[in-house]
């Protein structure tokens, strides 16, 4: 854990105070950094896998949000866990209201759902060139901002947050709906907020990737659960109507 860089927190000047029971006692401190208590991490990321696991053997909707402007290298990494995990993501831009304006987001959605439509049974290429250059455009932006969340029908019931800061808005309509959140903290957060608070370094790439690539295998565990044990259900169905014939 120490070799990716979760312990690393942020600044003294700039810690929060209640993240002091996260943290090893003032004089364990690099170059001014505060150091996170990597047993806190590792018992709250166990944590955060078992519920995710479980959440996931029940085919619930999980939602991965990392919109870090300054590093493309986070948005990718969102991204692949989202993908690799087969659950939803917003790696780009976070749209004000995304959750809370459920409605208006579900519209976006289906817009987006139409011009695809239109793009694959070639519409696009018999109507004037101007007009379809338009369209193809808007596609292209709410492909790039929506395309995580195209297959979200409902408001997800666990959202993981990479950074309470930077996706602040993010957090807080989480907040205002009540929603489960997973979220990574540095010395700099306040832990109470969140369900399931995971003490580590959330600006670097390498610890990000690390907590990351924890998450996403409990999730790909939790759907390899679900798939078998419908499965299951299906054998046992067959032999109950081959018995019964």
């Not at 793009?119 to 193809?136: F, H, M, Q, V, W």
């Not at 790039?144 to 297959?151: A, C, E, P």
């Not at 999730?219 to 259900?233: F, T």
Request: charged letters at 25%.
């Amino acid at each position: 854990m120490i070799d990716a860089k979760v312990h690393l927190g942020t600044y003294k000047s700039t810690w929060h105070p209640k993240i002091t029971p996260y943290i090893f006692l003032t004089k364990y401190k690099r170059r001014g950094i505060h150091i996170t208590n990597p047993a806190k991490t590792a018992r709250f990321l166990s944590e955060a896998c078992d519920l995710l696991f479980d959440a996931a053997s029940k085919k619930k909707d999980i939602l991965i949000v990392g919109t870090q402007n300054f590093s493309e290298e986070v948005s990718d990494l969102v991204a692949l866990a989202g993908i690799s995990a087969r659950c939803h993501y917003v790696h780009k831009k976070w749209f004000r209201g995304m959750l809370t304006n459920w409605s208006i987001t579900r519209r976006r959605l289906s817009k987006l759902w139409f011009l695809k439509s239109l793009e694959e049974d070639g519409t696009l290429n018999s109507i004037p060139k101007r007009y379809a250059a338009i369209l193809r455009r808007e596609l292209s932006t709410l492909e790039t901002y929506l395309g995580g969340i195209k297959y979200m029908r409902k408001l997800p019931n666990i959202v993981i947050i990479i950074d309470q800061q930077t996706d602040y808005i993010a957090f807080r309509e989480c907040l205002v709906l009540g929603l489960p959140i997973i979220c990574l903290i540095d010395t700099d957060c306040d832990p109470d907020l969140v369900h399931i608070p995971i003490p580590a370094n959330n600006r670097d790439i390498v610890s990000i990737r690390w907590i990351l690539n924890k998450l996403a295998y409990a999730i790909c565990e939790g759907n390899s659960r679900y798939i078998k044990r419908k499965e299951r259900v299906i054998i046992q169905k067959r032999k109950i109507e081959k018995n019964n014939i």
